[in-house]
Protein backbone atom coordinates (compact mmCIF):
# COMPACT_ATOMS: atom_id res chain seq x y z
CA UNK A 1 0.00 0.00 0.00
CA UNK A 2 1.32 3.35 -0.90
CA UNK A 3 2.11 5.96 1.38
CA UNK A 4 0.14 9.09 1.17
CA UNK A 5 3.13 11.38 0.39
CA UNK A 6 4.21 8.91 -2.41
CA UNK A 7 0.38 8.88 -3.57
CA UNK A 8 0.24 12.57 -3.86
CA UNK A 9 3.34 12.28 -6.37
CA UNK A 10 1.80 9.79 -8.68
CA UNK A 11 -1.41 12.26 -8.07
CA UNK A 12 0.27 15.35 -9.20
CA UNK A 13 2.13 13.34 -11.81
CA UNK A 14 -0.87 12.26 -13.70
CA UNK A 15 -2.49 15.47 -12.95
CA UNK A 16 -0.07 17.49 -15.04
CA UNK A 17 0.28 14.66 -18.20
CA UNK A 18 -3.61 15.50 -19.03
CA UNK A 19 -4.27 17.91 -22.04
CA UNK A 20 -4.29 21.60 -20.78
CA UNK A 21 -7.58 22.19 -22.13
CA UNK A 22 -9.32 20.15 -20.06
CA UNK A 23 -10.64 21.56 -17.35
CA UNK A 24 -9.62 20.75 -13.27
CA UNK A 25 -12.11 19.06 -12.55
CA UNK A 26 -11.73 16.62 -16.32
CA UNK A 27 -8.14 16.21 -15.28
CA UNK A 28 -8.65 15.32 -11.49
CA UNK A 29 -11.24 12.56 -12.36
CA UNK A 30 -9.23 11.38 -15.22
CA UNK A 31 -6.11 10.90 -12.76
CA UNK A 32 -8.08 9.53 -10.20
CA UNK A 33 -9.66 6.82 -12.48
CA UNK A 34 -6.28 6.09 -13.74
CA UNK A 35 -4.82 5.57 -10.34
CA UNK A 36 -7.72 3.60 -8.78
CA UNK A 37 -8.06 1.36 -12.01
CA UNK A 38 -3.88 0.64 -12.72
CA UNK A 39 -1.90 1.45 -9.82
CA UNK A 40 -3.99 1.57 -6.43
CA UNK A 41 -5.12 -1.65 -4.39
CA UNK A 42 -8.68 -1.91 -2.35
CA UNK A 43 -8.02 0.17 0.82
CA UNK A 44 -5.17 3.19 -0.32
CA UNK A 45 -5.96 6.15 1.44
CA UNK A 46 -6.00 9.11 -0.62
CA UNK A 47 -3.72 12.58 0.72
CA UNK A 48 -5.70 14.87 2.63
CA UNK A 49 -7.96 17.25 0.72
CA UNK A 50 -6.42 20.31 1.82
CA UNK A 51 -2.57 18.41 0.65
CA UNK A 52 -4.62 17.73 -2.86
CA UNK A 53 -5.90 21.34 -3.17
CA UNK A 54 -2.75 23.13 -2.61
CA UNK A 55 -0.49 20.81 -4.47
CA UNK A 56 -2.66 20.84 -7.61
CA UNK A 57 -3.71 24.68 -7.02
CA UNK A 58 -7.52 23.41 -7.51
CA UNK A 59 -10.44 24.66 -5.34
CA UNK A 60 -12.08 22.84 -2.62
CA UNK A 61 -15.45 22.40 -4.15
CA UNK A 62 -13.61 21.08 -7.49
CA UNK A 63 -12.58 18.50 -5.16
CA UNK A 64 -15.15 17.77 -3.34
CA UNK A 65 -17.45 17.51 -6.73
CA UNK A 66 -15.04 15.23 -7.97
CA UNK A 67 -14.74 12.79 -4.87
CA UNK A 68 -18.71 12.99 -4.76
CA UNK A 69 -18.95 11.62 -8.09
CA UNK A 70 -16.05 9.29 -8.05
CA UNK A 71 -17.99 7.66 -4.89
CA UNK A 72 -21.21 8.06 -6.41
CA UNK A 73 -19.81 5.33 -9.10
CA UNK A 74 -18.44 3.16 -6.53
CA UNK A 75 -14.51 3.76 -6.84
CA UNK A 76 -14.30 5.84 -3.67
CA UNK A 77 -15.54 5.82 -0.11
CA UNK A 78 -15.50 8.98 2.68
CA UNK A 79 -16.00 9.27 5.78
CA UNK A 80 -16.17 12.70 7.20
CA UNK A 81 -13.42 13.50 9.39
CA UNK A 82 -11.26 10.17 8.85
CA UNK A 83 -10.18 10.51 5.05
CA UNK A 84 -11.30 9.40 1.79
CA UNK A 85 -9.98 5.41 0.37
CA UNK A 86 -10.40 3.22 -2.62
CA UNK A 87 -13.41 1.17 -2.68
CA UNK A 88 -13.24 -1.35 -5.48
CA UNK A 89 -16.18 -3.58 -5.06
CA UNK A 90 -16.39 -7.25 -5.44
CA UNK A 91 -18.71 -8.10 -7.86
CA UNK A 92 -20.93 -10.54 -6.59
CA UNK A 93 -20.06 -14.07 -8.08
CA UNK A 94 -23.07 -15.90 -10.02
CA UNK A 95 -23.70 -19.59 -11.05
CA UNK A 96 -24.81 -18.70 -14.45
CA UNK A 97 -24.02 -15.63 -16.59
CA UNK A 98 -26.98 -13.34 -16.41
CA UNK A 99 -27.99 -12.67 -20.08
CA UNK A 100 -27.46 -15.48 -22.65
CA UNK A 101 -24.57 -17.07 -24.35
CA UNK A 102 -23.19 -14.22 -27.21
CA UNK A 103 -21.94 -15.72 -30.73
CA UNK A 104 -19.06 -16.86 -32.03
CA UNK A 105 -18.61 -13.11 -34.20
CA UNK A 106 -18.47 -11.30 -30.77
CA UNK A 107 -16.44 -13.57 -28.99
CA UNK A 108 -13.86 -12.62 -31.74
CA UNK A 109 -14.62 -9.16 -32.37
CA UNK A 110 -14.04 -8.56 -28.18
CA UNK A 111 -10.24 -10.56 -28.45
CA UNK A 112 -9.45 -8.70 -31.21
CA UNK A 113 -7.79 -5.29 -31.49
CA UNK A 114 -10.68 -2.45 -30.58
CA UNK A 115 -10.89 1.31 -30.07
CA UNK A 116 -9.07 1.58 -26.42
CA UNK A 117 -10.80 2.83 -23.55
CA UNK A 118 -8.10 5.55 -23.17
CA UNK A 119 -9.77 8.38 -25.03
CA UNK A 120 -7.78 11.02 -23.68
CA UNK A 121 -4.17 12.11 -23.48
CA UNK A 122 -2.03 14.28 -25.80
CA UNK A 123 -1.31 11.46 -28.17
CA UNK A 124 -4.50 9.66 -28.99
CA UNK A 125 -4.68 8.77 -32.78
CA UNK A 126 -7.62 9.12 -34.48
CA UNK A 127 -8.84 11.56 -32.55
CA UNK A 128 -9.70 15.61 -33.82
CA UNK A 129 -9.03 18.91 -32.52
CA UNK A 130 -12.13 19.39 -30.85
CA UNK A 131 -10.96 22.62 -28.38
CA UNK A 132 -11.05 25.03 -31.12
CA UNK A 133 -13.59 23.52 -33.74
CA UNK A 134 -16.65 26.44 -34.31
CA UNK A 135 -18.95 24.99 -32.55
CA UNK A 136 -20.57 28.78 -31.55
CA UNK A 137 -20.94 29.05 -35.37
CA UNK A 138 -22.60 25.16 -35.17
CA UNK A 139 -25.13 25.77 -32.62
CA UNK A 140 -25.95 29.23 -34.58
CA UNK A 141 -26.69 27.05 -37.87
CA UNK A 142 -28.17 24.44 -35.23
CA UNK A 143 -30.78 26.90 -33.61
CA UNK A 144 -31.40 28.52 -37.43
CA UNK A 145 -32.89 24.88 -38.62
CA UNK A 146 -35.03 23.98 -35.41
CA UNK A 147 -37.76 26.19 -36.90
CA UNK A 148 -41.00 24.97 -36.50
CA UNK A 149 -41.65 25.25 -39.81
CA UNK A 150 -38.78 22.37 -40.41
CA UNK A 151 -40.51 19.63 -38.59
CA UNK A 152 -40.14 17.29 -41.60
CA UNK A 153 -36.77 16.77 -40.37
CA UNK A 154 -37.68 14.99 -37.21
CA UNK A 155 -39.44 12.48 -39.78
CA UNK A 156 -37.55 9.19 -41.15
CA UNK A 157 -36.07 10.11 -44.82
CA UNK A 158 -35.33 8.00 -47.96
CA UNK A 159 -31.92 8.60 -49.70
CA UNK A 160 -30.44 11.51 -47.04
CA UNK A 161 -30.76 15.44 -47.39
CA UNK A 162 -30.44 16.32 -50.68
CA UNK A 163 -29.19 19.81 -50.20
CA UNK A 164 -26.47 18.15 -47.91
CA UNK A 165 -25.69 15.57 -50.85
CA UNK A 166 -25.39 18.70 -53.29
CA UNK A 167 -23.13 20.22 -50.53
CA UNK A 168 -20.76 17.10 -50.22
CA UNK A 169 -20.69 16.96 -54.28
CA UNK A 170 -19.19 20.56 -54.39
CA UNK A 171 -16.74 19.71 -51.28
CA UNK A 172 -15.44 16.84 -53.19
CA UNK A 173 -14.95 18.92 -56.82
CA UNK A 174 -13.00 21.89 -54.32
CA UNK A 175 -10.79 19.12 -52.71
CA UNK A 176 -10.45 16.08 -54.97
CA UNK A 177 -11.16 17.25 -58.06
CA UNK A 178 -13.79 14.55 -57.81
CA UNK A 179 -17.12 15.14 -59.90
CA UNK A 180 -19.74 13.22 -59.50
CA UNK A 181 -23.66 13.17 -59.79
CA UNK A 182 -25.54 13.54 -56.77
CA UNK A 183 -27.54 10.38 -57.01
CA UNK A 184 -23.92 8.56 -56.73
CA UNK A 185 -23.69 10.43 -53.03
CA UNK A 186 -25.36 7.93 -50.62
CA UNK A 187 -25.99 9.58 -46.89
CA UNK A 188 -24.48 7.38 -43.71
CA UNK A 189 -23.77 7.84 -40.10
CA UNK A 190 -19.93 8.02 -40.45
CA UNK A 191 -17.35 5.43 -42.01
CA UNK A 192 -17.63 2.55 -39.76
CA UNK A 193 -21.94 2.93 -41.25
CA UNK A 194 -20.67 2.75 -44.83
CA UNK A 195 -18.28 -0.05 -44.44
CA UNK A 196 -21.31 -2.42 -42.99
CA UNK A 197 -23.65 -1.14 -45.34
CA UNK A 198 -21.50 -1.86 -48.03
CA UNK A 199 -20.40 -5.30 -46.65
CA UNK A 200 -23.87 -5.92 -46.27
CA UNK A 201 -24.95 -5.60 -50.12
CA UNK A 202 -22.21 -6.11 -52.04
CA UNK A 203 -20.75 -9.44 -50.31
CA UNK A 204 -22.13 -12.69 -48.40
CA UNK A 205 -20.95 -14.54 -45.11
CA UNK A 206 -17.50 -16.26 -46.03
CA UNK A 207 -16.70 -14.17 -48.94
CA UNK A 208 -13.35 -12.91 -48.67
CA UNK A 209 -11.99 -9.24 -48.02
CA UNK A 210 -8.17 -7.94 -48.70
CA UNK A 211 -6.91 -5.22 -46.86
CA UNK A 212 -3.57 -3.87 -45.92
CA UNK A 213 -1.17 -4.79 -43.31
CA UNK A 214 -0.87 -2.20 -40.61
CA UNK A 215 -4.60 -2.51 -41.01
CA UNK A 216 -7.47 0.33 -40.21
CA UNK A 217 -8.62 -1.99 -36.92
CA UNK A 218 -12.15 -0.67 -37.47
CA UNK A 219 -12.54 -1.40 -41.14
CA UNK A 220 -11.65 -5.11 -39.96
CA UNK A 221 -14.02 -5.61 -37.39
CA UNK A 222 -16.77 -4.39 -39.51
CA UNK A 223 -15.91 -6.85 -42.01
CA UNK A 224 -15.64 -9.61 -40.12
CA UNK A 225 -18.78 -9.06 -37.97
CA UNK A 226 -20.72 -8.89 -41.27
CA UNK A 227 -19.31 -12.76 -41.39
CA UNK A 228 -16.53 -11.56 -44.14
CA UNK A 229 -13.45 -13.73 -44.02
CA UNK A 230 -9.99 -11.16 -44.00
CA UNK A 231 -7.08 -11.81 -45.75
CA UNK A 232 -3.94 -8.86 -45.45
CA UNK A 233 -1.63 -7.64 -47.76
CA UNK A 234 1.42 -6.01 -46.93
CA UNK A 235 2.40 -2.82 -47.87
CA UNK A 236 6.05 -0.90 -48.00
CA UNK A 237 5.29 2.85 -48.94
CA UNK A 238 8.81 2.61 -50.66
CA UNK A 239 8.28 -0.67 -52.77
CA UNK A 240 4.83 -1.13 -53.05
CA UNK A 241 2.78 -4.50 -52.02
CA UNK A 242 5.02 -7.69 -50.86
CA UNK A 243 3.73 -11.49 -51.18
CA UNK A 244 1.26 -10.90 -53.15
CA UNK A 245 -1.96 -12.81 -52.34
CA UNK A 246 -3.10 -15.76 -54.92
CA UNK A 247 -6.22 -16.36 -56.39
CA UNK A 248 -9.47 -16.84 -56.02
CA UNK A 249 -10.14 -12.84 -56.70
CA UNK A 250 -11.62 -11.43 -53.40
CA UNK A 251 -15.13 -9.92 -53.54
CA UNK A 252 -13.66 -6.48 -51.64
CA UNK A 253 -10.27 -4.67 -51.55
CA UNK A 254 -10.28 -1.83 -48.65
CA UNK A 255 -7.86 0.97 -48.64
CA UNK A 256 -7.67 3.66 -46.64
CA UNK A 257 -7.68 7.05 -49.06
CA UNK A 258 -5.12 9.81 -49.62
CA UNK A 259 -3.06 9.12 -46.05
CA UNK A 260 -1.99 5.27 -44.79
CA UNK A 261 -3.72 4.95 -41.57
CA UNK A 262 -2.02 3.88 -39.47
CA UNK A 263 1.02 4.66 -40.72
CA UNK A 264 0.71 8.48 -41.22
CA UNK A 265 2.51 8.59 -44.85
CA UNK A 266 1.00 9.47 -48.15
CA UNK A 267 -0.74 6.47 -50.21
CA UNK A 268 0.66 5.56 -53.65
CA UNK A 269 -2.04 5.43 -56.49
CA UNK A 270 0.36 3.35 -58.15
CA UNK A 271 1.10 0.40 -55.56
CA UNK A 272 -3.18 0.39 -55.50
CA UNK A 273 -3.64 0.05 -58.85
CA UNK A 274 -0.95 -2.79 -59.04
CA UNK A 275 -2.55 -4.57 -56.92
CA UNK A 276 -6.21 -4.36 -58.22
CA UNK A 277 -4.90 -5.64 -61.61
CA UNK A 278 -3.33 -9.01 -59.39
CA UNK A 279 -6.27 -9.71 -57.63
CA UNK A 280 -9.15 -8.30 -59.76
CA UNK A 281 -11.82 -8.03 -57.00
CA UNK A 282 -15.12 -7.37 -57.54
CA UNK A 283 -15.44 -4.15 -55.78
CA UNK A 284 -12.62 -1.64 -54.69
CA UNK A 285 -13.48 0.44 -51.34
CA UNK A 286 -11.66 3.29 -50.47
CA UNK A 287 -11.75 5.11 -47.09
CA UNK A 288 -10.40 9.04 -47.76
CA UNK A 289 -10.81 10.05 -43.64
CA UNK A 290 -8.66 13.45 -43.64
CA UNK A 291 -8.78 16.35 -46.01
CA UNK A 292 -5.69 18.28 -44.94
CA UNK A 293 -3.49 18.50 -48.39
CA UNK A 294 -6.17 18.60 -50.99
CA UNK A 295 -4.72 16.27 -52.79
CA UNK A 296 -6.84 13.54 -54.73
CA UNK A 297 -3.56 11.82 -56.44
CA UNK A 298 -2.94 8.80 -54.19
CA UNK A 299 -6.76 8.28 -54.44
CA UNK A 300 -7.30 4.92 -57.05
CA UNK A 301 -10.94 5.85 -56.67
CA UNK A 302 -12.92 6.69 -60.12
CA UNK A 303 -16.47 8.47 -60.18
CA UNK A 304 -16.77 6.92 -64.09
CA UNK A 305 -15.46 3.32 -62.84
CA UNK A 306 -18.26 0.56 -62.43
CA UNK A 307 -16.95 -0.67 -59.17
CA UNK A 308 -14.93 1.69 -57.09
CA UNK A 309 -16.29 3.56 -53.72
CA UNK A 310 -15.14 6.10 -52.18
CA UNK A 311 -15.79 6.03 -48.08
CA UNK A 312 -16.37 9.24 -46.46
CA UNK A 313 -16.55 10.60 -42.74
CA UNK A 314 -16.72 14.38 -41.30
CA UNK A 315 -16.00 12.65 -37.60
CA UNK A 316 -12.08 13.10 -38.65
CA UNK A 317 -12.30 16.35 -39.95
CA UNK A 318 -14.64 18.00 -37.61
CA UNK A 319 -16.05 16.43 -34.34
CA UNK A 320 -16.53 12.31 -33.65
CA UNK A 321 -19.97 12.89 -32.07
CA UNK A 322 -21.60 14.25 -35.80
CA UNK A 323 -21.77 10.77 -36.95
CA UNK A 324 -22.26 11.47 -40.28
CA UNK A 325 -20.53 10.44 -43.73
CA UNK A 326 -21.11 9.69 -46.86
CA UNK A 327 -20.83 6.98 -49.97
CA UNK A 328 -19.90 7.64 -53.85
CA UNK A 329 -21.14 4.82 -55.52
CA UNK A 330 -21.38 3.73 -59.25
CA UNK A 331 -24.88 5.29 -60.24
CA UNK A 332 -26.29 1.27 -61.05
CA UNK A 333 -25.27 1.05 -57.35
CA UNK A 334 -26.95 3.51 -55.67
CA UNK A 335 -30.44 2.88 -55.58
CA UNK A 336 -29.99 -0.36 -54.15
CA UNK A 337 -28.04 0.70 -51.07
CA UNK A 338 -30.69 3.34 -50.49
CA UNK A 339 -33.08 0.50 -50.21
CA UNK A 340 -30.85 -1.93 -47.98
CA UNK A 341 -30.32 1.24 -45.61
CA UNK A 342 -33.82 1.42 -45.20
CA UNK A 343 -34.45 -1.67 -44.71
CA UNK A 344 -32.08 -2.60 -42.52
CA UNK A 345 -31.32 0.99 -40.38
CA UNK A 346 -33.72 3.05 -41.38
CA UNK A 347 -32.28 6.60 -41.64
CA UNK A 348 -33.09 9.87 -39.78
CA UNK A 349 -30.62 12.38 -38.27
CA UNK A 350 -32.20 15.24 -41.07
CA UNK A 351 -31.56 17.78 -38.56
CA UNK A 352 -28.24 17.48 -38.56
CA UNK A 353 -28.03 16.91 -42.54
CA UNK A 354 -29.47 20.23 -42.12
CA UNK A 355 -27.02 21.85 -40.45
CA UNK A 356 -24.07 20.30 -41.89
CA UNK A 357 -25.18 21.26 -45.44
CA UNK A 358 -25.52 25.31 -44.14
CA UNK A 359 -22.18 24.83 -42.75
CA UNK A 360 -20.62 23.81 -46.22
CA UNK A 361 -22.63 26.12 -48.18
CA UNK A 362 -21.39 29.11 -45.76
CA UNK A 363 -17.88 28.07 -46.41
CA UNK A 364 -17.24 27.11 -42.68
CA UNK A 365 -15.94 23.80 -43.19
CA UNK A 366 -13.36 24.78 -46.47
CA UNK A 367 -12.27 27.58 -43.57
CA UNK A 368 -12.02 25.07 -41.22
CA UNK A 369 -10.19 22.79 -42.70
CA UNK A 370 -7.68 25.14 -44.21
CA UNK A 371 -6.91 26.51 -40.23
CA UNK A 372 -6.62 23.11 -38.60
CA UNK A 373 -4.82 21.37 -41.82
CA UNK A 374 -1.56 23.96 -41.08
CA UNK A 375 -2.42 23.52 -37.23
CA UNK A 376 -1.48 19.90 -37.71
CA UNK A 377 1.48 20.19 -40.09
CA UNK A 378 2.98 22.29 -37.78
CA UNK A 379 1.90 20.19 -34.52
CA UNK A 380 3.79 17.32 -36.39
CA UNK A 381 6.82 19.27 -37.56
CA UNK A 382 7.05 19.77 -33.80
CA UNK A 383 6.91 16.21 -32.56
CA UNK A 384 8.89 15.12 -35.54
CA UNK A 385 11.72 17.33 -34.26
CA UNK A 386 11.63 16.02 -31.04
CA UNK A 387 11.07 12.26 -31.28
CA UNK A 388 13.57 11.66 -34.74
CA UNK A 389 16.60 11.40 -32.60
CA UNK A 390 15.40 9.41 -30.03
CA UNK A 391 17.06 6.26 -28.75
CA UNK A 392 15.01 3.04 -30.46
CA UNK A 393 13.32 4.77 -32.53
CA UNK A 394 14.29 4.08 -36.58
CA UNK A 395 12.35 6.77 -38.42
CA UNK A 396 9.10 9.38 -37.74
CA UNK A 397 6.57 9.53 -40.50
CA UNK A 398 7.28 12.76 -42.47
CA UNK A 399 5.11 15.85 -41.29
CA UNK A 400 1.45 16.46 -42.70
CA UNK A 401 -0.99 18.33 -41.97
CA UNK A 402 -2.83 14.75 -40.84
CA UNK A 403 -4.34 14.38 -37.15
CA UNK A 404 -1.91 11.10 -37.00
CA UNK A 405 1.64 9.55 -37.57
CA UNK A 406 3.51 6.60 -37.18
CA UNK A 407 6.44 5.99 -35.32
CA UNK A 408 9.00 3.05 -36.41
CA UNK A 409 11.12 1.53 -33.50
CA UNK A 410 13.90 -0.90 -33.67
CA UNK A 411 12.73 -4.40 -34.38
CA UNK A 412 13.96 -5.84 -31.56
CA UNK A 413 11.90 -3.41 -29.21
CA UNK A 414 8.72 -4.78 -28.14
CA UNK A 415 6.04 -2.30 -28.84
CA UNK A 416 3.29 -3.40 -26.91
CA UNK A 417 5.17 -3.22 -23.47
CA UNK A 418 6.76 -0.01 -24.47
CA UNK A 419 2.94 0.95 -25.08
CA UNK A 420 1.96 -0.59 -21.28
CA UNK A 421 4.99 1.65 -19.74
CA UNK A 422 4.14 4.61 -21.52
CA UNK A 423 0.66 4.55 -20.02
CA UNK A 424 1.02 3.12 -16.97
CA UNK A 425 4.41 5.08 -15.53
CA UNK A 426 3.84 7.96 -17.76
CA UNK A 427 0.25 8.53 -18.69
CA UNK A 428 0.81 8.82 -21.95
CA UNK A 429 -1.23 7.16 -24.74
CA UNK A 430 0.75 5.22 -27.95
CA UNK A 431 -0.64 2.64 -29.63
CA UNK A 432 1.55 -0.63 -30.82
CA UNK A 433 1.99 -0.60 -34.13
CA UNK A 434 2.23 -4.57 -33.89
CA UNK A 435 -1.64 -4.81 -33.13
CA UNK A 436 -2.49 -3.71 -36.45
CA UNK A 437 0.26 -5.56 -38.08
CA UNK A 438 -1.14 -9.42 -40.07
CA UNK A 439 1.14 -12.16 -39.55
CA UNK A 440 4.34 -12.00 -41.53
CA UNK A 441 4.39 -8.65 -40.61
CA UNK A 442 7.23 -7.41 -38.58
CA UNK A 443 7.19 -3.96 -37.70
CA UNK A 444 7.34 -2.23 -34.36
CA UNK A 445 6.75 1.27 -33.80
CA UNK A 446 4.02 3.87 -31.83
CA UNK A 447 0.70 5.52 -33.88
CA UNK A 448 0.05 8.80 -32.19
CA UNK A 449 -2.11 11.84 -32.79
CA UNK A 450 -1.74 15.31 -32.88
CA UNK A 451 -5.41 16.66 -32.31
CA UNK A 452 -5.20 16.62 -28.73
CA UNK A 453 -2.17 18.85 -27.81
CA UNK A 454 -0.55 22.16 -29.20
CA UNK A 455 2.15 24.49 -28.33
CA UNK A 456 4.07 24.43 -24.85
CA UNK A 457 1.56 22.09 -23.98
CA UNK A 458 2.44 19.79 -27.16
CA UNK A 459 6.27 20.95 -26.71
CA UNK A 460 6.45 19.18 -22.96
CA UNK A 461 4.50 16.33 -23.46
CA UNK A 462 6.58 15.78 -26.65
CA UNK A 463 10.36 15.82 -24.44
CA UNK A 464 8.46 13.60 -21.65
CA UNK A 465 7.61 10.99 -24.66
CA UNK A 466 11.28 11.21 -26.05
CA UNK A 467 12.27 10.84 -22.58
CA UNK A 468 10.12 8.06 -21.26
CA UNK A 469 11.23 5.92 -24.97
CA UNK A 470 15.04 6.69 -23.78
CA UNK A 471 14.36 5.09 -20.62
CA UNK A 472 12.63 2.18 -21.68
CA UNK A 473 15.19 1.59 -24.38
CA UNK A 474 17.82 1.83 -21.54
CA UNK A 475 16.27 -0.79 -19.09
CA UNK A 476 16.02 -3.17 -22.67
CA UNK A 477 19.93 -3.24 -22.62
Not at 321 to 341: C, D, E, F, M
Request: net charge positive; with cysteine; proline share 7%.
Amino acid sequence: MEDRRRALTRIESGYHAQPDHLTKHQRLEQTLLWLIERHWQKGQRLPGHRDLCASLGVARNTLAGVIERLVQQGHLITDHGRGTWVHKPTPPEVSAPATGPISRRAHRLLGDVGASPVQSGAFVPGVPDIVHFPLARWRQLYSRVTVPHNTLLLAYASGGYGPLKRAIAGFLARWRGIHCELDQIVITEGAHHGLQLCALALADEGDRAVMDSPFYWGARNVFQACGLSVDHAIWDPRHGYRQPLPAPAPRLVYFTGSHHYPLGVQSVNAHKQALIQHLAPEWVLEDDYEFGDGDRQPLAFDPRSGNRILVGSFSKLMFPGLRLGYLVVPSALSHTLNRVRTGVFREGRLLDQAVLAAFIDAGDLDRWCHRIAADYLSRQRELHALLAETPGVIAVSPPAPNISLSVELCPTLDDERLSHYLLNRHHLVARPLSRVCAPGDTRRGLVLGVGMAEGEALTRQGRRLAAAIRTFVEQQA
